[in-house]
């Protein structure tokens, strides 16, 4: 049942309850730190991001990427043909990401010693765990149990009705599908199919897609997606489906009807916390999410709880980050917290969306008055080289740091890491401008939209 020897009396310095990115991340750090741990999983290592989440979704975007390239290669003076998608091959190279990925992660685990318990956990007693009859105690608990693909009344799964866990499973590309709900699953499957073929429809009950975002991210992506043809509603909600033998028909609050071969529900995450105990061990929750303070601490003195199951962002480097601060809190290193406006969000369209810190509505709501940049890559060569279409978005506090970066285009995702210094770090204008950003590359943008707040725009258009 368990990889290596666990104590004799099942007893450790941390248990942690799921062996995804939070779990993981917290498992890893703590043995470094001496501590000894027991990390309960049911499933595989790794959970959602590394198996149904991030990374097979990723390599369907790049398989997506590739599918476009053959498509536009032409205009680029390279002769190629696009003969379709051939899926069991898309599947088996995403499939191999993930065997990949999944390997080395366990050579880690076993490599630090960490005694994984392979079973269904239940929080049964104070600070303690039990599989499958077997009882693991801790000096500390940590509760990272993540998220599952939530769905609505009036959209059961089932048949041509599925999450996103289906449809990283699919051997076929639709003809048509229509996607109930426009925010990050939702646009990255709009993305792919439309990339594949079909031809897709988000249903968006907010006013725009990805509503979280910048409004103008969010204006930005409506035109792109116009653009791809990709066909989307907002401001409506769906009141029903009905399935047929030939498909389903999709109905709105409006009174319109769309029929499709295929729905996608993504209508977001919810926490993974009902019938393990929590209740009965006096944790608190609420609508099943574990409250904590800033130090990830649960109303239960030693019980912790990390990543998606704590409201906030839904991220899978969110949970990694919650993991580590929990091991070394719990070490006595004092870390500093996690703040989610200060962790980077990327969504891998086509094109890439991807943002740190506060939105400018937000901004101004905190600050009163803010300074906004918006930079055209129109005057960016490596944008012009790959033909995108975007901007960098720079809103700092008046007479104050950036306190937000937001950014539209191919590829905007690798830029977010210096985005992410750039807030975290409370860097002014001036400060980021004088730093030399290497050219053509897309990550002179954020350098251009700099020297234009700092008042000394070079290659920036009116």
């Not at 765990?129 to 801790?138: I, K, S």
């Not at 409506?222 to 401001?235: M, W």
């Not at 703040?339 to 009163?368: F, N």
Request: aromatic share 6%.
């Amino acid at each position: 049942m368990a990889d290596s020897p666990a104590d004799t009396n099942n007893n450790f310095d941390i248990v942690i309850l799921g062996g995804g990115s939070g779990g993981y991340a917290c498992a890893l750090r703590a043995v470094q730190l001496g501590l000894s741990v027991a990390l309960v999983e049911k499933g595989k290592l790794g959970g959602t991001c590394l198996h149904t989440g991030c990374i097979p979704t990723k390599a369907l975007l790049h398989a997506a990427e590739v599918a476009d390239a053959s498509r536009e290669s032409t205009m680029f003076g390279v002769k190629s043909t696009f003969d379709g998608i051939d899926m069991p091959q898309v599947n088996k190279y995403k499939d191999g990401v993930v065997s990949r990925l999944y390997k080395g992660l366990q050579g880690l685990i076993k490599a630090g010693g960490i005694t994984v318990v392979e079973g269904e956990g239940k929080v049964v007693a104070d600070k303690t765990v039990e599989v499958d009859g077997t009882r693991y105690t801790g000096k500390n608990l940590v509760l990272a149990t993540g998220s599952f693909a939530r769905t609505l009344p009036g959209l059961e799964i089932g048949g041509r009705v599925i999450t996103s866990e289906e449809a990283l499973t699919m051997s076929e590309v639709p003809g048509d599908v229509v996607i109930i709900g426009g925010s990050v699953i939702g646009v990255e499957f709009a993305s792919v199919w439309k990339s594949f073929g079909a031809e897709v429809t988000i249903v968006e009950a907010l006013p725009t897609l990805v509503p979280l975002e910048d409004p103008a991210l969010a204006k930005q992506l409506e035109r792109a997606f116009r653009k791809r043809k990709i066909n989307f509603r907002t401001g409506v909600k769906f009141s029903g489906v009905e399935q047929k033998d030939s498909g389903v028909q999709v109905s709105l609050e409006n009174g319109d009807t769309i029929d499709t071969e295929l729905v996608l529900v993504a209508v977001g995450r919810g926490p993974r916390s009902e019938g393990l105990g929590f209740d009965e061990a006096g944790i608190t929750t609420e609508r099943g999410w574990v409250p904590t303070d800033e130090r990830l601490h649960t109303n239960v003195d030693g019980v912790f709880a990390v990543g998606d199951l704590v409201p906030g962002l839904q991220l899978a480097h969110r949970g990694f980050a919650h993991g580590i601060f929990v091991a070394e809190e719990i070490a006595g290193l004092k870390p500093q917290p996690v703040v989610d406006s200060g962790i980077p969000r990327v969504t891998y369209c086509e094109p890439e969306v991807a943002s740190v810190g506060l939105t400018e509505p937000e901004a101004r709501d905190k600050y009163g008055d803010v300074d906004t940049y918006e930079y055209n890559l129109g005057g960016n060569g490596k944008s012009q080289i790959l033909q995108t279409a975007g901007f960098v978005k720079l809103v700092r506090e008046k007479d104050g740091p950036i306190v937000g970066v937001h950014m539209i285009g191919a590829r905007f995702g690798e830029q977010v890491g210096e985005a992410s210094l750039i807030v975290n770090w409370e860097a002014f204008p001036e400060d980021v401008a004088q730093f030399v950003h290497a050219h053509p590359t897309q990550n002179e943008s954020l350098g251009e939209a700099s020297l234009a707040l700092a008042g000394k725009p070079l290659h920036a258009h009116a």
